[in-house]
């Protein structure tokens, strides 16, 4: 099935430091959602993103809805234990049904103590 | 408030065999969709169900099925079992109104197919 392209596919970071990731789409999309997953568990909804350059935070995290509607971008500020996770990045391609979310591979986020 | 709840929470089963997987929404939500999730990978869409009607289906063959009922559940069910089935199954629901589309997830049904 279909994928995005998402970026980094894994890192290690310092407690305390930022953290950037990516999402990019070959086709557009008219929503974007950013999810954390924990082993064993279902992805929980970090971000919800509706319109084309939206900025919105949770937090110390911030996502970006790109302007040309085929990415997006989650940031993580001072970076905490608890923040070791994998994240999602999901999107809603133009005419899918609503509950239809095309998902990448994940981020898999890593923090020395 | 209760969220998406599955069950079961693990299942065994061999080839050849049939499974029934549960979900139940959150309270208020009558959209249900079914996500497969191998492991490394992120989730595939597989049915939306919303006012007990199939509203999308993903890339998935005729075994799968599911349905749903008018308290909004649903049921998963996937027949004649391969081994390349064993995933972690998960159910999302929402409110499905226009301009709200934040979908919600269980914890999923862990499926081993032997």
């Known amino acids: 099935g279909q994928q995005l392209n998402q970026s980094p596919q894994s890192m290690f970071i310092q407690e305390g430091e930022d953290v950037s990731m990516n999402c990019t789409s070959s086709s557009i999309f008219n929503t974007w959602l950013w999810y954390k997953q924990d082993p064993g568990e279902g992805p929980v909804l970090l971000i919800a993103l509706y319109k084309a350059g939206e900025l919105t935070s949770n937090g110390r995290l911030t996502a970006q809805f790109g302007i040309t509607r085929k990415d997006s971008f989650l940031n993580i500020s001072a970076s905490i234990p608890s923040d070791v996770g994998i994240y999602f990045c999901?999107?809603?391609?133009?005419?899918?049904?609503?509950?239809?979310?095309?998902f990448g591979k994940g981020t898999k986020l890593s923090v020395k103590p | 408030d209760a969220g998406v709840t599955q069950s079961p929470t693990h299942l065994i089963k061999t080839r050849g065999q049939h499974v029934t997987l549960r979900c139940s929404p959150i309270?208020?939500?009558?959209?249900v969709s079914w996500y497969q999730q191998v492991l490394g990978q992120g989730p595939q869409f597989i049915f939306q169900?919303?006012?007990?009607?199939?509203?999308g289906r993903g890339n998935f063959p005729d075994r799968f099925s599911a349905r749903q009922f008018p308290n909004y559940s649903s049921e998963l069910n996937v027949n004649a079992l391969l081994l390349g089935d064993s995933a972690l199954y998960l159910c999302?629901?929402?409110?499905?109104?226009?301009?709200?589309?934040?979908?919600?997830f269980g914890s999923g049904t862990q499926l081993s197919v032997l």
């Open positions: 999302a629901s929402s409110w499905d109104r226009g301009g709200d589309e934040k979908l919600f």
């Open positions: 309270s208020g939500h009558k959209s």
């Open positions: 999901a999107g809603r391609a133009v005419g899918g049904s609503q509950g239809n979310l095309i």
């Open positions: 169900y919303y006012e007990k009607e199939e509203r």
